[in-house]
């Protein structure tokens, strides 16, 4: 099984900045893809950035330029790095891990970001 844990949740004022971890555990022994995503109430999930294991990044639209997703292998934690904080980025953020290609995905319990004056 595979566990992840999120932290680094908070409020946070407009402009401001917050970094999210998310540690895995549990019998994991690569990554091909991690993601992190996000749900305000009343919206769909969508997915707000991803690393695969070559290092390949993507984000969504709306995060671009100012959210940053990273990981140390070591202490096997994929991190989010949001700058630039908007109240529409308030919202549950979640971290995904998907070991294998076409395999199963593991979430996190998510973490709270609320951005407001």
């Known amino acids: 099984q595979v566990q992840l844990v999120e932290s680094g949740g908070g409020l946070v004022q407009p402009g401001g900045s917050l970094k999210l971890s998310c540690v895995a555990s549990?019998?994991?022994?690569?990554?091909?893809?991690m993601a992190w995503y996000r749900q305000a109430p009343g919206n769909q999930r969508e997915l707000v950035a991803t690393?695969?294991?070559?290092?390949?990044?993507n984000y969504a639209d709306s995060v671009k330029g100012r959210f940053t997703i990273s990981r140390d292998n070591t202490k096997k934690t994929v991190y989010l790095q949001m700058n630039s904080l908007e109240p529409e980025d308030t919202a549950v953020y979640y971290c995904?891990?998907?070991?294998?290609?076409?395999?199963?995905?593991?979430w996190g319990q998510g973490t709270q970001v609320t951005v407001s004056s």
């Open positions: 995904n891990v998907r070991p294998l290609r076409n395999g199963p995905n593991y």
């Open positions: 690393m695969t294991d070559d290092g390949s990044t």
């Open positions: 549990g019998r994991i022994f690569s990554i091909y893809r």
